[in-house]
């Protein structure tokens, strides 16, 4: 016998073992199914066993048709509810979208009345602003008519004074009217003119001041034909309470003269500024 034979010998006795052993180990955990399957024994028989789950399944497809009714019922209220609420949500949305436009209208209606408010404050502004400058005016201009009403007033009672003065001059120049008519007919029956008389007169009381001290003993005076100083009358001349001395007039105009120092009587220098009268006390 070849290797070859012989390790297929031994592999063939390995294995015969082997299966023995599997048969005396199949013989060993053999049971009797039989006996078990119609066991009346609720743990061990299989036969009591399957009509328990029999009747169980039986119980729960039952149960499961009932729950699934239950289920299909709830499933349509669950859809009706649904729809509602899908009725609602659309009406929502639809509330919602009008009163989102509405919203819109009420705001853009808001910006504008928002604008209108502050155009209508701006000119109330303005407006009490005019009025504040309106009531000044209106208080000045009532202080004024008050001031102006005063001098009416005022100036009235001094009209009437002056009428009643007025009055009293009119008669009175009516009476010296009527004496100069008098003194003109005594006059122009002797004779005799306005300046006949009183010509060499000087005037009496008349005051005036050195206004220039010039050479040859000449000043000027600041009075003069206007004030009734003709050419040869005499005028004082004194500083406060100090006699100067006496001028005599050379030459007069309207408003000023010019007269020669009396070095006789001659009482001290004159400057401009001393002053000059018709009568010296």
């Known amino acids: 016998m070849t290797l070859v034979g012989k390790i297929f010998t031994v592999l063939i006795l390995l294995m015969s073992m082997v299966f023995m052993s599997f048969a005396v180990m199949v013989f060993a955990t053999h049971q009797n199914w039989r006996d078990k399957v119609k066991n009346p024994d609720p743990l061990i028989g299989l036969e009591v066993k399957l009509d328990k789950m029999t009747a169980s399944l039986a119980a ?108 009293a001059l009119e008669d009175r120049s009516n009476q010296l009217n009527a004496q100069l008519a008098q003194m003109k007919m005594v006059m122009d029956a002797n004779g005799l003119t306005v300046n006949s008389l009183v010509s060499k007169i000087e005037p009496i009381n008349l005051n005036g001041i050195v206004l220039i001290v010039g050479d040859k003993d000449l000043v000027e005076i600041s009075v003069g034909k206007d004030d009734g100083l003709l050419e040869g009358h005499i005028m004082e001349v004194y500083r406060g309470n100090t006699y100067l001395g006496q001028i005599k007039i050379m030459k007069v105009a309207p408003d000023r003269s010019v007269g020669q120092i009396n070095k006789d009587l001659k009482r001290g220098q004159i400057r401009k500024g001393d002053h000059v009268t018709t009568k010296f006390s």
């Open 60 to 167: 729960a497809k039952v149960e499961h048709d009932r729950t699934k009714q239950q289920l299909a019922l709830e499933q349509a209220s669950r859809r009706q509810a649904l729809a509602a609420l899908q009725t609602r949500l659309t009406n929502a949305e639809k509330n919602e979208s009008d009163l989102a436009s509405q919203l819109s209208v009420a705001t853009a209606a808001l910006n504008t009345e928002s604008e209108a408010n502050k155009i209508a404050q701006t000119r109330l502004v303005a407006l009490e602003t005019e009025i504040l400058k309106l009531r000044k005016e209106t208080q000045l201009a009532q202080l004024d008519r008050d001031t102006q009403f005063s001098k009416v007033v005022e100036l009235t009672d001094r009209l009437n004074q002056d009428e009643v003065k007025r009055q």
